[in-house]
Every structure is written in structure tokens, then in C-alpha cells.
């Protein structure tokens, strides 16, 4: 059972245009990070978000949290070819001292 | 800033070998893990540790061992490599206080291949 869905699987766009991820459960999260996986590389955190509606900016990123706290999306402003990479969702395994569900991730390609 | 540093950045072994990775965090954090990852698959735990000497095992473990003899590294042991363990590896590393919401910091990942 995957308890995080993450959609769309794949986005290829060109430089300059707005796109729109998502990251759906059933469940309810406490909390949900966003990661952002480069070609090669570890995952980097980019953001948490916590509270139900809440809205965090990272520069041309938004973040958004469900106001139920099911779901987030990822918004990107004018996509530049350093976005490109694999972004990834989690929330807490709350039955554990500490490990992360991750969703299997949204592979974006934004070329020039 | 965070660091986790893994000891290889590419690793090629045959067959039956026996292979180290070896994971160092510089942050202090109580919890470290061990995660492998495909296409398609996405990232999949093979064990974690809650402190020193401590292991327990997560979604994959078969095949695999794990070493926490000191707090900030964690080693993972292929015991008889096979080509089926050709993956991505990565550390990962966060606190356990009730304060942080266990982020994890991840090293730069070994890329394995098995021949």
C-alpha cells in the first residue's frame, strides 16, 4: 500500500514555465517535507510544513499544506534548468522514533 | 550546515564479495539510516539505528548487515554481494528530540554496481 501519492510521475517543460506538483494520502500528517533530489546527489530538504492551510515561499517555490493536512503541493514559478531533479515527499512514521514515508517523487525535467 | 559524508561515490565489486559502506555525520544526530534506491522504486529501507550499537531492520533487509559502533557513523555490510544489491545507496542521518520534525540530512548516495 503506498500511503503517499505523488503526481504527476513525470514533467518535462521549457525554461520559463509554471508547473504544479502533488503530494496526496488518505492519512493525516502532523507534518510533510519536501526534498529535492538532483541528478547523482542525496535528497536535500527544502521545506517543512506543519500547520493545516499554511503557505511557506522558498524564492520561486511555494508550498502549500492541505487545510486537512492530507495533501501538499509544490508550485514553481518560471522553472530554470537548476530545478530540474527528483522532488520528494514525507511524513513521519508516527508508530517510530524518527523514520520518514517518502513518496516515490515527481521527476521534473526543465530544459532551456 | 549539516554534513553526512558516505566513503565512496561509485563501487564496483564482483559477484560474492563482501562490501563496506561506510556513513559519518558531524551533527550529533541520534538516528541514522540506511536506504537503497531504483527507478521506479523509490527510496527503500534497508535498516536503521536509534543509537549507538542499537540496529533494527526496515522494509528490505535481506542480504545486509549494519555496524553502529560509534554515534556518528554507520556502516552497511553486503555480506555476499550479488547483482540484484546493484543500486543507489544512501545515508541519512536526524535527531530524535520531540523539538525537530526528523528531517533527514542524506550523504551524496554510493552508486554500487555488482558484476
Known amino acids: 500500500t503506498q500511503l503517499l501519492e505523488q503526481s504527476p510521475q513525470f514533467l518535462s517543460i521549457q525554461e520559463g514555465e509554471n508547473l504544479t506538483v502533488y503530494c496526496n494520502s488518505s492519512?493525516?500528517?502532523?507534518?510533510l517535507q519536501w526534498y529535492r533530489q538532483e541528478p547523482g546527489e542525496g535528497p536535500v530538504l527544502l521545506v517543512t510544513?506543519?500547520?493545516?492551510?499554511e503557505v511557506k515561499k522558498l524564492k520561486r517555490l511555494t508550498f502549500q499544506f492541505g487545510d486537512a493536512r492530507k495533501d501538499s503541493s509544490l508550485h514553481i514559478t518560471a522553472a530554470q534548468p537548476g530545478d530540474t531533479g527528483l522532488y520528494l515527499c514525507?511524513?513521519?512514521?508516527?508508530?517510530?522514533?524518527?523514520?520518514?514515508?517518502f513518496g516515490k517523487g515527481t521527476k521534473l525535467s526543465v530544459k532551456p | 550546515d549539516v554534513k553526512v559524508t558516505q566513503s565512496s561515490r561509485y563501487l564496483v565489486k564482483r559477484t560474492g564479495e563482501k562490501v563496506f559502506l561506510e556513513c559519518v555525520q558531524d551533527?550529533?544526530?541520534?538516528?541514522m539510516f540506511w536506504y537503497r534506491q531504483d527507478p521506479g522504486l523509490g527510496l527503500r529501507l534497508i535498516y536503521f539505528?536509534?543509537?549507538?550499537?542499537?540496529?533494527e531492520k526496515g522494509d528490505i533487509p535481506e542480504g545486509y548487515s549494519v555496524s553502529r559502533e560509534k554515534k556518528e557513523r554507520f556502516s552497511l555490510i553486503l555480506e555476499s554481494a550479488s547483482t540484484n544489491q546493484t543500486s543507489m545507496y544512501l545515508c541519512?542521518?536526524?535527531?530524535?528530540?520531540?523539538?525537530?520534525?526528523?528531517?533527514?540530512?542524506f550523504g551524496p548516495g554510493t552508486r554500487l554496481t555488482v558484476t
Open positions: 541519512a542521518s536526524s535527531f530524535q528530540s520531540g523539538s525537530s520534525f526528523y528531517e533527514q540530512y
Open positions: 492519512s493525516v500528517f502532523s507534518s
Open positions: 510544513v506543519v500547520t493545516g492551510g
Open positions: 514525507a511524513f513521519r512514521d508516527g508508530g517510530s522514533q524518527g523514520n520518514l514515508i
Open positions: 551533527m550529533d544526530h541520534e538516528n
Open positions: 539505528s536509534y543509537d549507538v550499537k542499537m540496529k
